[in-house]
């Protein structure tokens, strides 16, 4: 009888500590095995577990999204559900899929996805229904995790694979502009917005009162702002410290709520909360989203940026040295922007953690978490806000396995 890997070894004993050796079971004996060993947590637990701490930004992006976030969310999950069945039947990849795990995946793709996306039409274009792109997601992610081997059989992430192809497909349809005056949270229509001239704004959201009476209000998302500066683009002259000043929303709107982003980024606050219990869970190394966060912020403090972009061309400092105009309250205040603009901590708590993803070994998870910061600063600087963090982790997992033979664990006899 064939025999197929189950590698036990993707998942940990819920105390960070070192994960199961793989073992070898037939296809017959591999529906039968509930139960991941030394831990007595099931498989099903487990990602269940990881919804109920993907619940806080769920929660944050229906206050700020309303009814049409929450249609994303069914949409990508219910499609993903009606796959399942059909891919777990075909070949031993799709005995290794479980419901449970597509269902926390397909949760994670519908919270990386602007919430306009449930609409019939683009705003100023005609006959281009944007709804389709939901169940398509949901039925290239399972393609997707059946095709990288269910659960913890592939070290790239599948949602990442989904997410990324989307981005190339529809990039620009992907941009959030929209979010739910205060007064119409968790009611209104996210897309009844006006597009205005003053597509920046300075009040904090609470303090933002519509006077057209609409439910929501019409923004240009912070990362657009700072990718465009980043990447020397700006066609007009502009400084650093202007931009900062003149063209991005508050801090206080990034950190808290208030601004156009993916469901699930709706609230930095609503991740990190969301990412301390899977961590008072024991779900989660906490090595990984504190290291990725630190060496990120440690980078964009010293990456090259345009200070000033001016007709004869950007000029390129290190942000920390204090060059004229540019001192470590300017710079400290440009990597908060950059860090609360982006998807970077979702990325930190919700998918570079995945146990398929990370490298089994304490030292390993450390080089890999490290590598994963770096490159998301860089990502951030001269690629894409939105989505350079989903890249430097794609890129950074396919080495997860050389990590895994150069920091192999070795028996004490």
């Known amino acids: 009888m064939d025999q197929q890997p189950v590698h036990t070894d993707e998942f940990s004993n819920g105390n960070g500590e070192l994960p199961v050796r793989p073992h070898y079971v037939t296809p017959a004996m591999s529906n039968a095995i509930p139960t991941l060993r030394h831990s007595g947590m099931t498989i099903g637990r487990f990602f269940w577990m990881h919804v109920l701490g993907g619940a806080f930004p769920v929660v944050a992006g229906l206050m700020l999204f309303g009814w049409r976030a929450l249609g994303v969310i069914a949409a990508v999950m219910g499609t993903a559900a009606l796959m399942h069945p059909l891919w777990r039947r075909i070949g031993p990849h799709g005995r290794q899929m479980r419901w449970s795990h597509t269902l926390w995946l397909a949760l994670l793709l519908s919270l990386m ?14 006959n281009v229904a944007l709804w389709p792109m939901l169940p398509a ?28 192809l989307m981005v190339v497909l529809f990039g620009p349809l992907l941009v959030p502009h929209t979010v ?3 007064g119409r949270v968790f009611l209104g229509d996210v897309n009844d917005a006006a597009r205005t001239e003053q ?20 923004r240009e998302p912070a990362s657009q702002r700072l990718v465009f500066f980043t990447s020397g683009l700006h066609p007009a002259w502009m400084s650093l410290e202007g931009m900062l000043r003149d063209r991005i929303p508050p801090l206080e709107d990034l950190i808290i709520a208030g601004q156009p982003a993916p469901i699930g980024c709706a609230s930095n606050v609503a991740v990190i909360v969301g990412g301390l219990f899977l961590l008072y869970r024991g779900l989660i190394d906490f090595r990984i989203p504190l290291l990725i966060c630190l060496v990120a912020y440690g980078a964009l403090l010293v990456l090259p940026i345009p200070v000033v972009i001016s007709e004869g061309g950007a000029q390129w400092l290190w942000l920390a040295g204090r060059q004229q105009g540019v001192g470590w309250p300017l710079a400290l205040t440009f990597v908060n922007y950059e860090m609360m603009a982006g998807p970077a901590l979702f990325m930190a708590f919700f998918l570079a953690t995945a146990p ?8 390993g998870r450390v080089v890999f978490a490290i590598l994963v910061g770096i490159l998301t600063a860089a990502m951030q600087l001269y690629a894409s806000v939105s989505f350079g963090p989903y890249l430097a982790l794609l890129l950074v997992s396919l080495l997860t396995p050389a990590l895994d033979r150069f920091f192999r664990p070795r028996a004490l006899i």
């Open 113 to 126: 996805l602007p919430a306009h996306l449930l609409s019939g039409v683009v705003e100023g274009e005609s």
């Open 137 to 164: 997601a949901g039925i290239v992610l399972v393609w997707f995790t059946w095709l990288l081997g269910g659960v913890g059989s592939s070290r790239v992430h599948p949602v990442i694979l989904t997410y990324l």
């Open 180 to 182: 739910l005056r205060f």
């Open 199 to 218: 597509v920046v704004a300075k009040d904090p959201w609470k303090q933002t009162r519509p006077a057209d009476g609409r439910d929501a209000m019409w």
């Open 356 to 363: 398929a993803v990370r490298p089994m070994s304490r030292r």
